[in-house]
């Protein structure tokens, strides 16, 4: 099972934060704040006070340890470049940084972020989601209730038609594209099948989506 690393307990932070730990993952929650720290450690693994900033305290933490980590700064830019060039350089294989603006994502994935995601499009627990649910590949919230899904279609699904899964009848929502290769069919009939290595394309209110990444068939 994955471990996480969250750095950073603002809004964002405890969002992801909370929302994996209460999904059953190992969180080790990072902040400079002891307040912010007591107020989420019955709520995750493990809460620190601790500088992110500096090398050697994230070693002893055993940060290399861990498979993913979020860094949310506040908007304390040359704090969050510095904390993901000290993950990188201690082996953390996946880092997810919040960044203030897309000048400063830039920055980030110069100095090595794996993904940079921004809190006025991102929210923290659909992040969390993301990271937990393995056939989801992208999630775009372009609404207050709506948002698009990309997933892989579990095993259950291949073989099917759109109409057989139920998509509409069951879910609520629907299929916007299929992506096969390197093809992609637009506005899928209900007949259409779903083949392996396809990629679905699902847009609906983010209530009914969350009902499609819990689905195993």
């Known amino acids: 099972m994955k471990q996480f690393i969250v750095i950073g307990l603002g809004r964002f932070g405890s969002s992801v934060a909370t929302t994996l730990s209460e999904n059953g993952y190992d969180v080790l929650a990072i902040d400079s704040n002891q307040d912010k720290v007591q107020a989420i450690t019955d709520k995750v693994t493990h809460a620190v006070r601790a500088d992110a900033t500096d090398e050697n305290t994230l070693k002893a933490l055993g940060v290399g340890n861990f498979d993913v980590a979020v860094v949310s700064i506040g908007d304390n830019i040359s704090a969050n470049v510095l904390c993901t060039l000290i993950l990188k350089e201690l082996l953390v294989p996946y880092?997810?940084?919040?960044?203030?603006?897309?000048?400063?994502?830039?920055?980030?994935?110069?100095?090595?972020?794996?993904?940079?995601?921004?809190?006025?499009?991102?929210?923290?627990?659909?992040?969390?989601?993301?990271?937990?649910?393995?056939?989801?590949?992208?999630?775009?919230?372009?609404?207050?209730?709506?948002?698009?899904?990309?997933?892989?279609?579990?095993?259950?699904?291949?073989?099917?038609?759109?109409?057989?899964?139920?998509?509409?009848?069951?879910?609520?929502?629907?299929?916007?594209?299929?992506?096969?290769?390197?093809?992609?069919?637009?506005?899928?009939?209900?007949?259409?099948?779903?083949?392996?290595?396809?990629?679905?394309?699902?847009?609906?209110?983010?209530?009914?989506?969350?009902?499609?990444?819990?689905?195993?068939?």
Do not use: W
């Open 95 to 217: 880092v997810i940084v919040k960044s203030p603006h897309s000048l400063h994502g830039k920055v980030l994935t110069k100095v090595g972020a794996d993904r940079v995601v921004y809190p006025e499009r991102d929210m923290g627990s659909r992040i969390a989601h993301n990271l937990i649910s393995s056939n989801v590949l992208d999630y775009i919230e372009f609404a207050p209730e709506y948002g698009v899904l990309e997933i892989v279609p579990i095993e259950n699904m291949v073989g099917k038609t759109l109409k057989e899964i139920g998509f509409r009848s069951k879910f609520n929502v629907n299929v916007m594209a299929i992506k096969r290769g390197e093809d992609l069919l637009v506005s899928p009939g209900a007949e259409d099948k779903i083949n392996e290595g396809d990629r679905i394309v699902l847009m609906g209110k983010n209530n009914s989506l969350e009902k499609i990444r819990d689905y195993n068939g």
